[in-house]
Nanobody
Framework: QVQLVESGGGLVQPGGSHRLSCAAS????????MGWYRQAPGEQRELVAV???????NYADSVKGRFTISRDNAENTVHLHMNSLKPEDTAVYYC?????????WGRGIQVTVSS
């Protein structure tokens, strides 16, 4: 099983930049894809970005060109670099991994974009 711990949440001004990090521990040798989802109040959880073992990535249309996902396989960490943040990016962000054991989720971390 894999345990995930997110860090880096907080309050950010519109137009600003921020970085989320997620550290994986436990049985990390079987990790395949790593990614981030988010859930805004009253909304469904949605995929933000995913990075696969070979480095290929996918992004939600709403964050393309603004967010970048990166992965450090040696450290079993995944980062979400967020630029040009908008109030509609406000949400709880969840780290997730797909491994041979299935899908694991972090507890989530709040990002609020507001002046």
């Amino acid at each position: 099983q894999v345990q995930l711990v997110e860090s880096g949440g907080g309050l950010v001004q519109p137009g600003g930049s921020h970085r989320l990090s997620c550290a994986a521990s436990g049985v990390t040798s079987n990790i395949r894809a790593m990614g981030w989802y988010r859930q805004a109040p009253g909304e469904q959880r949605e995929l933000v970005a995913v990075v696969r073992p070979g480095g290929s990535t996918n992004y939600a249309d709403s964050v393309k060109g603004r967010f970048t996902i990166s992965r450090d396989n040696a450290e079993n960490t995944v980062h979400l670099h967020m630029n040009s943040l908008k109030p509609e990016d406000t949400a709880v962000y969840y780290c997730t991994v797909l491994s041979d054991s299935g899908i694991e989720w972090g507890r989530g971390i709040q990002v609020t974009v507001s002046s």
